[in-house]
């Protein structure tokens, strides 16, 4: 089991996609030769992240995901599991299960659909936090959940939780970075959670992108924050905005179809997904091919 000393919370990670095969299962040999081109970019590997659709896997898919991820990652990178639920008890399991598991951290999205207060956000986390034997990251994406965690309510559990040690940011708010970092300062790792928005929340103190466009391109894409990391501004611009049209059409339709779409057309995946969610349609499929044409990547 990581201490939170021992999850190095800056760069790219990838929000792993789940490759499925022609009759619905886990293509778990796809999904580890997507794994294994993640660890060689030196990419971190996130399992079981909403890009995974996680919704429609069962909780054993889930565990087998996040093994083989700790298994590919053989401690080159770090394995962010992700374990977040709306229910509370579930989330604390699953947290403990990643941990043992091999995991260097989790990440728990903020409880959907039920919609807790602040009060109730605090002490959902809470209870996880105590419970979880390693770092544990915080997930907030209020178009997809509905509840944003509030600066007060973050500031609250990094007193309270130690193990506390990050923030997936998707909230689409730089402002909201630069707020938590004023007051937090070195005690939290901000990681955006928008690729079209890794350089600006980075030059405000983000540390790097757990990033959906990684899947396919991750050589590409992780070379913006470390060029950030590095102060090499103008060459992470440039990449940065290189990549702005990319980044768009990965979210064109809902993710991770595009993603998945693009994975295919650069034959390192098929374009399936689980209901409810469908493969995009013919127009985005050529949207997504001009665009890797003009990177040069086909």
Known sequence: ????????????????VTPFT???AVDYERYQALLERQAAAGVGLVPCGT?????????EEQRELIRLAVQVARGRVPVL???GSNDTEDTKQRSIAALELGASGVMLVMPYYNRPSQAGLVHHVEIVAQAAPGPVVLYDIPSRTGVSLSLASKLTLLDRCPNVVGVKDASGNVLACQQLLAKAGERVAVMCGDD???????????????SVSANALPQRVSQVPRLMLEGRLEEARARHLALLDFHAAMFEEPNPAPVKAA?????????RLRSPLLPVGEATVALISGILEELGER
């Open 1 to 16: 089991m990581a201490s939170a000393a021992e999850l190095k919370l800056e760069g790219t990670f990838t929000a792993v």
């Open 22 to 24: 022609a009759s619905g």
């Open 51 to 59: 890009t995974g659709e996680t919704p429609t896997l069962s909780d």
């Open 81 to 83: 599991a992700g374990t």
């Open 196 to 210: 079209a928005l890794t350089l600006p929340m980075m030059a405000v103190g983000a540390r790097g992108v757990i």
């Open 263 to 271: 994975l295919a057309l650069l034959g390192q995946g098929e374009a």
